[in-house]
């Protein structure tokens, strides 16, 4: 089993900055990472995506440019650095952990998930 837990949510002003943090827990191995979105009323979609050597990253068209994805195996911990954020980028952010080699977007654990708001 994965346990997530995210952090770093809060509220900012639009063209402000934000680092969610995601710290992973758990003997299973972990092949890819990343964070989804879900805004009010809306599916959740995807954001950011990195592979386990962190070689490799994969962005949604919305954020490009915008936001960064890291991570640090060395303390288990997934980042997201969101810059020039907007009143869209509002929504509540999840922590996606693939253990299974789903592929590129897909997760089979998530987290609880943290509050997101950019206000305009």
């Known amino acids: 089993q994965v346990q997530l837990v995210e952090s770093g949510g809060g509220l900012v002003q639009a063209g402000g900055s934000l680092r969610l943090s995601c710290a992973a827990s758990?003997?299973?191995?972990?092949?890819?990472v990343g964070w989804s979105r879900q805004a009010p009323g809306r599916e959740r979609e995807f954001a950011a995506h990195?592979?386990?050597?962190?070689?490799?990253?994969y962005y949604a068209d919305s954020v490009k440019g915008r936001f960064t994805i890291s991570r640090d195996n060395a303390k288990n911990t997934l980042y997201l650095q969101m810059n020039s954020l907007k009143p869209e980028d509002t929504a509540v952010y999840y922590c996606?952990?693939?253990?299974?080699?789903?592929?590129?977007?897909?997760?089979?654990?998530w987290g609880q998930g943290t509050q997101v708001t950019v206000s305009s």
């Open positions: 996606g952990a693939d253990t299974r080699g789903l592929g590129r977007g897909t997760y089979n654990h």
């Open positions: 990195i592979n386990w050597s962190g070689s490799s990253t």
């Open positions: 758990g003997r299973t191995i972990i092949s890819a």
